[in-house]
Nanobody, 127 residues
Framework: QVHLVESGGGLVQAGDSLRLSCATS????????MGWFRQAPGKEREFVGA????????NYADSVKDRFTISRDNAKNTVHLQMNSLKSEDTALYYC????????????????????WGQGTQVTVSS
């Protein structure tokens, strides 16, 4: 079992940057592929980005590609989401998630592959 705590959200203006962090504790961090998802009011949860267990593979939603970067620090059991050139449509509650079902060198865009979820951190982008 792994416990996830997100941080780094806030209120920013369009064009600004934010760096989200997800600190984990419990089970061995490198046993888990990690993902970031988001949910805006009135909308379904959507995939944002994912990173493989070792960090060699990443995957992004088309809407954030070239603006967001996911990374992980396996020594500190932490995953980050660097968000640049933020847009009003990026406003959402951002969740990190951990899953053991994903093979070591792979990533997953499906929420079904992630068993553990954090409580979320709010990102609000004003235009």
């Amino acid at each position: 079992q792994v416990h996830l705590v997100e941080s780094g959200g806030g209120l920013v203006q369009a064009g600004d940057s934010l760096r989200l962090s997800c600190a984990t504790s419990g089970d061995t961090f490198t046993s888990y592929a990690m993902g970031w998802f988001r949910q805006a009011p009135g909308k379904e949860r959507e995939f944002v980005g994912a990173i493989s267990r070792g960090g060699s593979a990443t995957n992004y939603a088309d809407s954030v590609k070239d603006r967001f970067t996911i990374s992980r620090d396996n020594a500190k059991n932490t995953v980050h989401l660097q968000m640049n050139s933020l847009k009003s449509e990026d406003t959402a509650l951002y969740y990190c998630a951990a899953g053991r079902r994903v093979p070591y060198y792979a990533t997953s865009r499906s929420g079904d592959d992630y068993k553990y979820w954090g409580q979320g951190t709010q990102v609000t982008v004003s235009s």
